[in-house]
């Protein structure tokens, strides 16, 4: 038996939803949940978890996330893996490009095996929360702009997974 994945998402207009449900499709026998509607306990059943956000406001995370980020990083991780992604708008937010997501890596970091960083080549931006150490935390996507884009970036991140 694989690993028991789980895909959970916050979305505004349903962009993540899209790539959450789309990353659910690629991924046989996972799940995927709208944070907003799951309780930070129903994680604790699977055991790699990837978790994603739109970023909204000046580069925040979604409410659904904020309101459940500090339960999801009590629970006990041991065994786990979480893998991130998150979405932005590079050309009318530069200056905090997809930096929700580095929200829910700041609250997990040191907590859990968090993997799938990815490079930032090939995007156009000035600053953002979610590069640590040159590379994005996770799968970002600029769905405004670059959903042409969205297949490929996918693909190649998956195979970097230990699902
Ligand atoms: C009010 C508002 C604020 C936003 N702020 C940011 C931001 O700070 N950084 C960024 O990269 N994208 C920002 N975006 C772009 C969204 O994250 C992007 O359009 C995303 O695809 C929306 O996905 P969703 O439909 O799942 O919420 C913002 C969008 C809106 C509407």
Redesign the pocket.
Known sequence: MGKKVLIA???????????AEKLGAKIPGSQVVNIAETEADALKEYDYLILGT???????M?KPWKDKIEDVAALDFSGKTVALFG????A??AD?????VSHIYDALKGKVTIEGATSTDGYK?DT?KSVVDNKFVGLI????AEADKADVRIDAWLKTLSI
């Open positions: 998402y916050a979305t505004n207009r349903g962009n993540a939803k899209a790539v739109s970023s909204i406001g000046r580069g925040e979604l979405l932005g708008n590079q009318y937010h905090t490009f997809a930096e929700g931006y953002s996507l600029d769905q405004d």
